[in-house]
């Protein structure tokens, strides 16, 4: 704006220089040049043309304007005046020297407008595109003319340095108090109408956006129907962030702890509880995702969400097949609801958090391409239902992510609480004290205009001023309307107008390119993939060094084994050991019967021998004895023997199983780490394995037949059983003796070669045993117990000779000696019933008994043992049927079980698979494939670029 300009010439008001403006000539009227000679500004001065007192308030691109529709309407205007025409020009030559400052002045004033005006040309210069529709669409094309738009996009910018110049000038003039106050609150208002139509603008840029992806959506879709393979086919092909997303995957499984090893950049979002991280996180993906609380924490675990463009708004985790239609609220709750799910089966029983992510991927059109990183908000107290260590725990998740030297920290604020109750931005700056990797986001800016009564704190903070933490940008966003019902659209739509009719940005306190959330989506992406290419080529320069040393230590320590980790030697194991069930049908039925004859006789011969054979062979005659025996073994087979004979089976298919295993420990090619795994299937599949219930009830059937039958049909039945008392006598015998040695001490001749001495009580005892060994030798007949007179009379022989002993002990050394006794006579009596078969046939045929009895001769233990090893027969040969038809392929069935359950179980594995051969293997598979991967997204990075 210029005032009165007057000089050697004289004064001259609006009217006048109006007047002179509109003789111009053609060429200066086109051009809008009117001249001005150097003048110096003097007000309240009577026009020397004689018009009045004056003051120019026309612009001069208004004069320039009216001076040219005067000129092309060829209207009939007469102006006089008092000068000659070269004092017009000499006068109009003054304004050569404001010209630089007509511009400076109405730059920002222009600028918007001439920026809408840019934009209108362009937008109509671009051609219509609508005959796309019936055509197939050319996938890369497309993106180029995506990207193209993109990079265009930057050139639509509020020159912001010179509208605050603009504004700065505006301010001072108005310091002037000389009249031109209407003048200057036009141009503000010229100014900030501007600021809104670039505001405009960028939506409307925005919007066009997305109505192109919106038709490429629909385009895909009619491809899709009509069954077009190359559309099917870049349908499939993985997208580049879906690559990098992968690595990040596999890097996290290759380093649980998050350390060295994983340099890859990721955006991490941190804030404090409730301050609006996951209201920011899900406008930049376009959907309501977390599920929602009122003051409480709802984020437990982190939550790794991959952001790529897509044609359908979807989303997927990574462990499963199932897509969430993002566009339908009923899929939307069932995704809230799986989260939280999963969040909650993460925190173990006592914890409020956990450091275990949950990946997520979410596709959709006009979507940035970036990995966020949701965690838990920050708290500053423990209150009550949570873990004492959930502060401590969020905190050392939070620095375990935020460590990383690529790791873009996207700090979240609450923006209507008071600035210095925030604990994110201490621990953004000890994290990042340059704030070369960390985005400053104030959320809640409606709230905080709402509030705050001193509107330049606020702009302190977006200007990074008010904390000591320092950041790439600063940004100012409204993520809701306090309404968590509300659509991502509705907050989009309420942000925008917002931000359009908001004071702060109508006073300059916010700049257009700190607003709303699309542009801080557009700054966070393009930092991400900044970094991501900065640091890729390094990580994978790291894992090729890491894989060989790990390669040069294994062809050191295992050369000629393959590299198996433990899922691949779990699958071998497996192998091996159903290998083993089935070599369970290669054992022959006497090989099957011997061992179950004998691990069945091992169970119940002491009963036999004890409860059965014992108290029937003191009898004093054959009727007794039989019966006694008949009465005992019915019992016996009704009540016990079924039970101990399936648990016999069962013992003795396990020992089988056992053998062939050891048999395998014993071949050259046996792999030791497989044995601890081996052993704890079989002990499982032994824990889980019953009998079948009606084997009980069969074999007791049999067994109870067998046991009744007294009719021994031939000879060598007959010397069998012979050979089988003998067997058994003969070994308890030796038993005996070995107890009778242990209580009278060594002999004389031991004593005296191998200087071995006896103690008090085997002094006593062989004294003892002398005294009783007198009775025996006077009744070989003797009964099984001492009589008290006998007692007393064996007590007092030893007091001649100093030995004081009890009732008891005497009885002691008796039960021993006379067990010997018997077993003696047993023996003897099984050697004369070797020929006595006839003779027990004979009186078999006359009298109809299963016993004979002579003068000179009785052999009914010989029956009671031929019956019991019949019935030893019988039960081994209907378990090996059971074994054989049933209970190796119910095993077998087991162990399957077994290994289906432990291949799920990483940590059984872990604990049964174990040394440096598998850790090592381990870590050179996930290298290499990390690696590969890298490689892999390298090249496609390249090929974009």
């Not at 670039?198 to 009509?226: D, G, H, M, P, S």
């Not at 990040?248 to 499984?253: A, N, P, R, Y």
């Not at 199932?322 to 939280?340: G, V």
């Not at 369970?584 to 090989?591: R, T, Y």
């Amino acid at each position: 704006m210029i005032r009165v300009a007057s000089g050697a010439f004289g004064p001259y008001c609006g009217k006048c220089l109006k007047a002179a403006a509109v003789r111009l000539t053609t060429e200066h009227a086109n051009k809008a040049v009117v001249p001005f000679k150097q003048a110096v500004s003097r007000p309240n001065q009577q026009c020397i043309l004689g018009n009045g007192q004056y003051t120019l308030s026309h612009t001069y691109s208004t004069l320039a304007r009216r001076a040219t529709v005067h000129y092309r309407s060829n209207l009939p205007v007469v102006y006089k005046a008092s000068r000659s025409v070269s004092t017009l020009r000499r006068l109009t030559s003054f304004m050569k020297i404001f010209r630089l400052r007509y511009i400076i002045l109405t730059g920002g004033v222009v600028g918007g407008a001439s920026l809408k005006a840019t934009y209108d040309s362009w937008k109509d210069k671009v051609p219509d595109l609508s005959w796309m529709k019936d055509l197939i669409p050319d996938g890369d094309n497309f993106k180029n003319f995506m990207a193209e738009m993109k990079k265009l996009s930057s050139h639509f910018r509020l020159p912001e340095k010179d509208t605050d110049d603009a504004t700065t000038t505006m301010a001072a003039m108005g310091s002037n108090k000389s009249g031109l106050s209407d003048d200057q609150n036009n141009g503000k208002e010229r100014l900030m109408k501007a600021k809104e139509e670039f505001l405009e603008t960028q939506l409307k840029y925005q919007r066009e956006i997305e109505r192109l992806e919106k038709e490429n959506k629909q385009l895909r879709k009619n491809l899709l129907l009509k069954g077009d393979r190359r559309a099917m086919g870049r349908k499939v092909k993985k997208s580049l962030i879906d690559m990098y997303s992968e690595v990040l995957d596999e890097l996290s499984d290759f380093d649980s702890s998050y350390d060295t090893q994983d340099h890859l950049p990721r955006v991490v979002v941190v804030g404090d509880q409730s301050a609006g991280k996951t209201s920011v996180l899900e406008m930049i993906a376009q959907a309501r995702l977390f599920p929602r609380g009122s003051g409480e924490m709802m984020t437990r675990t982190p939550v790794k969400v991959t952001l790529s463009e897509g044609p359908y708004h979807v989303a997927q985790f990574k462990d499963s097949n199932r897509e969430y239609d993002l566009t339908k609220e009923s899929e939307l709750q069932a995704l809230r609801q799986e989260i939280e799910f999963r969040m909650k089966n993460r925190v173990g029983k006592g914890q409020t958090v956990s450091s275990e992510t949950i990946s997520l991927s979410v596709r959709g059109p006009g979507l940035q391409r970036m990995v966020l990183v949701d965690l838990p908000g920050i708290i500053s107290t423990v209150t009550t239902g949570m873990a004492s260590d959930t502060k401590d725990a969020i905190q050392r998740m939070s620095k375990g992510y935020m460590k990383n030297p690529n790791a873009i920290i996207l700090c979240i604020q609450d923006g209507s609480v008071d600035a210095e109750r925030s604990i994110v931005t201490d621990l953004a700056t000890s994290m990042d004290p340059e704030g070369k990797r960390t985005i400053f986001v104030l959320t809640k800016v409606d709230l905080a205009e709402k509030n705050s009564a001193n509107p330049s704190r606020i702009k302190q903070i977006l200007e990074g001023k008010l904390f000591p933490m320092k950041a790439l940008g600063y940004f100012a966003v409204v993520t809701g309307k306090g309404n968590s019902n509300d659509s991502i659209e509705a907050i989009k739509e309420y942000e925008e107008k917002f931000f359009r009719t908001s004071q702060l940005f109508k006073t300059g306190t916010l700049k257009p390119s700190q607003m709303t959330t699309q542009n801080l989506s557009f700054a966070v992406s393009d930092c991400f993939w900044k970094m991501v290419r900065e640091s890729v080529e390094q990580q994978a320069d790291a894992f090729k060094a890491t894989r060989f040393n790990l390669e040069t230590e294994w062809k050191n320590n295992f050369p000629r084994m393959r590299e198996l980790d433990r899922d691949e030697l779990f699958e071998k194991a497996k192998g091996e050991i159903l290998d083993d069930v089935l070599r369970l049908g290669e054992i022959s039925p006497k090989q099957w019967e011997d061992a179950i004859s004998k691990i069945l006789w091992e169970r119940v011969s002491g009963y036999v021998f004890e409860q059965i054979y014992l108290p029937a062979a003191q009898a004093e005659s054959s009727g007794v004895f039989n019966t006694t025996v008949d009465i005992k073994l019915k019992t016996w087979s009704e009540q016990q023997l079924a039970r101990k004979s399936v648990e016999v089976g069962w013992e003795t298919l396990l020992e089988q199983t056992s053998k062939i295993i050891d048999e395998d420990k014993s071949r050259k090619d046996h792999d030791a780490i497989f044995d601890d795994l081996k052993s704890t299937v079989k002990q499982e599949s032994v824990n889980r394995h019953k009998w079948h219930e009606l084997a009980h009830d069969s074999l007791r059937v049999i067994q109870l037949n067998t046991l009744e039958d007294r009719s021994i049909s031939d000879k060598q039945q007959w010397d069998s059983a012979v050979q089988f008392m003998e067997g058994i006598l003969t070994q308890r015998l030796k038993e005996t003796d070995e107890r009778i040695y242990d209580m009278v001490g060594p002999g004389a001749g031991e004593r005296w070669v191998y200087w071995k001495y006896r103690t008090p009580e085997q002094v006593n005892r062989c004294e003892t045993k002398n005294e009783l060994e007198k009775l025996l030798q006077a009744d070989k007949k003797h009964k099984p117990t001492l009589a008290s007179d006998e007692i007393t009379t064996v007590r007092k022989n030893l007091q001649t000779r100093n030995v004081e002993v009890d009732n008891e002990f005497i009885r002691e050394t008796w039960h021993q000696l006379y067990r010997r006794h018997f077993l003696k006579k047993a023996l003897q009596r099984g050697q004369d019933c070797r020929k006595g078969f006839y003779y027990y046939q004979k009186g078999f045929t006359d009298s109809g008994f299963s016993r004979f009895s002579t003068p000179q001769l009785e052999c009914n233990d010989i029956v009671l043992f031929w019956r019991i090893q019949r019935m030893l027969q019988v039960t081994s040969n209907a378990l090996r049927q059971q074994i054989v038809n049933t209970e190796a392929g119910r095993l077998e069935k087991e162990v399957k079980q077994v290994l289906e359950e432990f291949s799920e179980e990483k940590e059984i594995k872990t604990r049964l698979l174990t040394g440096r051969r598998v850790e090592l293997a381990e870590e050179l598979k996930k290298v290499r494939h990390v690696q590969e991967k890298l490689e892999e997204f390298i090249e496609a990075l390249s090929k974009e670029k």
